[in-house]
């Protein structure tokens, strides 16, 4: 009879005691899940018009990239750009402390386009991937298509801090369909003059009588695709043949996508456009 109580008394506190046992051990794995991912979030604090945004750095470089490449592109072109955004982010944040908020696509506008998950599979590749030289994240520029070749980076800069971006021959991006383009601009220019390009061909200087003006001013002045241009003075007017879209520094996307459509992973591509730099964990 006192064994049969004993069980009975044992049998009550087990019921009693056991589920409070698992709730303490669960509530303890759930603490160390959420403080897993907590610590596998950062946030940073985005510069906008209207104030300081704090949001996930991830969340903000998937949408950063979702609106600097085209969402048809292949994956692994859309990993090497998601490490070029990164890369650039965490260069503002280690100078500036914040990031002046880019254009940006959310996962909502992404999921209507049918892109969201191949960009969170780049995001899950990639994840807190950046481009160092020297320990420090590169200026790690990038252009839509070059005039054939990319440019010298300390060459157009004027400075030796750029070492690693050398130009790189890009002759798929003659096949562009916006390789190539030609408009007519105010005859005002018809004695402008040609007077420096770059090794790459890019126009670095032109002169209008007494003035002198860079190639990139020259473009922003006129919203020219690119720098790389010929000009031709005809009776019916004054007319330019553009090459490329962009600055032409650091990768071409339109190559990057070539060399993923032919099997390239983007380790490969970074490591073709950029020279002596690093893959390394911000």
């Known amino acids: 009879m006192k064994e049969t109580v004993e069980h009975i008394l044992m049998a009550i506190l087990v019921i009693l005691i056991l589920p409070c046992i698992i709730i303490f051990l669960l509530n303890g794995k759930m603490k160390g899940i959420y403080q897993a991912i907590k610590n596998d979030t950062q946030y940073i604090s985005v510069k906008t018009g209207s104030g300081i945004l704090e949001m996930e750095l991830e969340e903000y470089v998937i949408g950063v990239t979702a609106a600097q490449i085209p969402l048809g592109y292949d994956v692994e072109a859309v990993k090497a750009q998601m490490v070029l955004a990164r890369t650039n982010i965490c260069r503002q944040i280690l100078e500036k402390g914040e990031v002046k908020r880019e254009t940006f696509l959310t996962m909502e506008e992404l999921e209507r386009a049918g892109a969201a998950e191949k960009f ?34 300390n060459e157009v800069l004027d400075s030796t801090d750029y070492p690693y971006l050398k130009s790189k021959a890009c002759p798929s991006d003659q096949n562009a369909p916006d390789y190539k383009s ?18 790459a061909g890019y126009v670095q200087q032109i002169q209008l009588k007494d003035e002198y003006m860079s190639g990139e001013e020259f473009r922003n002045l006129l919203g020219l695709p690119s720098s790389d241009f010929d000009m031709e003075v ?17 990768m071409s996307q339109y190559t990057a996508q070539q060399m993923a459509l032919s099997g390239k992973k983007y380790r490969e591509i970074l490591g073709y456009f950029y020279t002596d730099v690093k893959l390394s964990a911000y």
Do not use: C
């Open 234 to 250: 005809r009776t019916d007017g004054v007319f330019l043949t553009i090459y490329g879209v962009g600055h032409g520094l650091g």
């Open 182 to 199: 030609v408009i007519q601009i105010d005859g005002g220019w018809s004695d402008m003059e040609i007077t420096k390009r770059d090794s």
């Open 120 to 153: 969170l599979r780049a995001e899950s590749s990639t994840r807190g991937q950046i481009l160092v030289w020297k320990d420090k994240p590169i200026m790690a520029s990038f252009h839509s298509v070059s005039s054939g070749n990319t440019r010298d980076g």
